[in-house]
C-alpha cells in the first residue's frame, strides 16, 4: 500500500492568526464626491475608497460585501528587499507570507461564485504566492499564470533583466468562472489576417488545421482534394469532424485546399461570424502596456515630483476588468497604491472598492 502525503507551504509563524474583531467604516463626508441626487439609472453612488489598514478594512468589509465581489486585483509589495516610499517591499519572507495569507483569506470570502482575483508579483515571491493560493482557494480552482511583458528593454544592470511579471489567476469555483469569463475584441492586426483569395463571397477568412489530434474512429476517413490527391489523419490525429459534417463544411464552401486545390484541408473562419478571441498567458507589453507607460500616465496626472514608484498601466486593468466583469459589477483593490483599478473600473462602468494607506 502507497501512503499519500498531503503537503503544504509551511513557515515560521503560520500558526499565528491576527484576532481581528468586526470592524465599523465611518464615512467623511468632507471627502466625499458625488451629485446631489441620481441623474440616471445607471449612476453609481456606492463606489468606496477606503483610507487604513487593509486587513481590517476587509474584515469591515465582509458583513455587507461577502459573497458579492465579481474581480479582485491587487498589486501588492513584491519583497524584493528594497524599501519604497509609499510601503515597506523589504520584510521578512515569513512575515510577507503571514501578511498575504490573512488578507488572501478575507479576499476568498468577499469574492462571488463566479469571481476571480489577480495578483501581479515576480519572480522573487510568485512561486511560493501560487502555493499559498492553492492553500486558501484550492488548486483546483487556479485558472492561470499571466506573463505581463512589463519592459520595453532589458536592465543591462542585471545578470538576466527582468522583462516580465506575473498575473497569478485564481477563481471562487472554477465550474462556474469558466464559463463567465469574457472574451477579447481582436486588434486591428489581428483582423488584417483575414484575406479572401478564392473571392469568397462570405468574406476574408482564416483557415486552420482540420485535423486534431487524438484517434476517432468515426473520423479517420479519406479525404479527396479537387485536384484528386488523398489524405488520411496524421498518425495521432484524426479529423476535426465526422465525415458527413466535412461533407456539408465542404459543400458551403467552408473547406481550404490551397491555390492548387490539392493541400491539406484547412477550415475557414470568417470575419463576420469571428466575436473576439481567448485570452491567452502572454500579454506582450504591445497590448497592454509597461511601466514607462504607467509612469507617464502617474506623471500627466499627479506631476513627477511625488508620483508612486510602481503603478500599472491603464491598460492592463482595463483587459483584467473586460475579462472577469461586466457593468455593474463590485470590483475590489486592497493595495490600491495609485488608484488605477478604480479609475479604469470607474470608466468601464463597474463599481469598485479601494483600500489605501495614502
Given at each position: 500500500m502507497i501512503k499519500k502525503q498531503k503537503l503544504e507551504l509551511t513557515w515560521i509563524g503560520k500558526e499565528n492568526r491576527p484576532k481581528l474583531e468586526p470592524r465599523i467604516l465611518l464615512e467623511d463626508p468632507e471627502k466625499s464626491n458625488h451629485a446631489k441626487h441620481r441623474m440616471t439609472d445607471k449612476d453609481i453612488f456606492d463606489n468606496r475608497l477606503i483610507f487604513g489598514d487593509n486587513l481590517l478594512a476587509l474584515k469591515a468589509l465582509e458583513q455587507e460585501f461577502s459573497g458579492k465581489v465579481k474581480c479582485i486585483f491587487i498589486d501588492p509589495p513584491y519583497n524584493t528587499g528594497s524599501a519604497f516610499e509609499h510601503y515597506e517591499d523589504g520584510m521578512e519572507h515569513s512575515l510577507w507570507l503571514s501578511l498575504m495569507r490573512d488578507r488572501l483569506v478575507l479576499?476568498?470570502?468577499?469574492?462571488?461564485?463566479?469571481?476571480?482575483?489577480?495578483?501581479?508579483?515576480?519572480?522573487?515571491?510568485?512561486?511560493?504566492?501560487?502555493?499559498?493560493?492553492?492553500?486558501?482557494?484550492?488548486?483546483?480552482?487556479?485558472?492561470?499564470?499571466?506573463?505581463?511583458?512589463?519592459?520595453?528593454?532589458?536592465?543591462?544592470?542585471?545578470?538576466?533583466?527582468?522583462?516580465?511579471?506575473?498575473?497569478?489567476?485564481?477563481?471562487?469555483?472554477?465550474?462556474?468562472?469558466?464559463?463567465k469569463l469574457n472574451i477579447l475584441e481582436q486588434s486591428e492586426d489581428q483582423r488584417s489576417r483575414y484575406k479572401n483569395p478564392d473571392n469568397d463571397p462570405n468574406g476574408p477568412w482564416i483557415s486552420a488545421d482540420f485535423m486534431a489530434k487524438g484517434f476517432r474512429p468515426n473520423q479517420m476517413y479519406e479525404i479527396v482534394t479537387p485536384s484528386g490527391k488523398k489524405y488520411v489523419p496524421r498518425t495521432g490525429s484524426c479529423w476535426r469532424n465526422i465525415e458527413p459534417v466535412y461533407k456539408r463544411l465542404l459543400a458551403e464552401g467552408r473547406i481550404w485546399f490551397g491555390k492548387d486545390g490539392g493541400s491539406v484541408p484547412r477550415k475557414k473562419t470568417y470575419l463576420s461570424e469571428s466575436e473576439g478571441i481567448a485570452a491567452w498567458t502572454w500579454w506582450p507589453n504591445s497590448e497592454v502596456g509597461h511601466n514607462q507607460e504607467a509612469k507617464k500616465e502617474c506623471n500627466a496626472l499627479f506631476g513627477t515630483a511625488d508620483t508612486f514608484e510602481t503603478p500599472k498601466p491603464e491598460r492592463l486593468l482595463k483587459r483584467i476588468v473586460h475579462l472577469s466583469t461586466n457593468p455593474g459589477d463590485i470590483v475590489l483593490d486592497s493595495f490600491a497604491g495609485s488608484g488605477t483599478t478604480g479609475a479604469v473600473a470607474h470608466k468601464m462602468g463597474r463599481r469598485w472598492i479601494m483600500v489605501e494607506l495614502g
Open positions: 479576499l476568498r470570502n468577499l469574492l462571488s461564485d463566479e469571481g476571480s482575483l489577480w495578483i501581479t508579483i515576480d519572480d522573487n515571491e510568485c512561486h511560493y504566492l501560487k502555493v499559498l493560493c492553492d492553500e486558501i482557494f484550492g488548486r483546483v480552482n487556479f485558472v492561470a499564470n499571466v506573463v505581463w511583458q512589463k519592459r520595453i528593454q532589458p536592465d543591462m544592470r542585471a545578470t538576466i533583466g527582468p522583462g516580465h511579471d506575473h498575473v497569478l489567476v485564481f477563481s471562487k469555483n472554477i465550474q462556474i468562472f469558466k464559463y
